[in-house]
């Protein structure tokens, strides 16, 4: 039964990115319909339209297997040496740069939702 209820909430996460995706070829907007999906979800859970316990076990299981989708996009850098030249290495410093302030923003922003719940959970 735990199956089916990931598979369903996998399904709901996938429905707000295809709606996403609908409304940027209908508006031409200059942003991913992912990131639009994703901002359509966020209303909809602070808006309380939508239960976190709706998405929670299927989001938390798209998490978990994140590496793999990462895999094929490390593999195909091997097959471009000159991105590993001078430019390269610029390159490499950017993405490292963004990945250190991704993972602290991110550790921030985890801290504070940790509050919240912990807060909630004592009233």
Known sequence: ????????QIAILYVFYM????????????????????ILLSICLHMKWLNVKAIKEGAGFLIGVMTIFFIPATVGIVEYPELLSGAGAKL??????????AIYTTGLFSQYIERKTKKEEQL
Do not use: C
């Open 1 to 8: 039964m735990k199956v089916v209820r990931i598979v369903v």
């Open 19 to 38: 709606v996403g995706t609908w409304i940027v070829e209908q508006t031409g907007l200059p942003l991913p319909g992912s990131i639009i999906g994703l």
């Open 92 to 101: 490499i410093i950017a993405v490292m740069v963004s990945t250190i302030f």
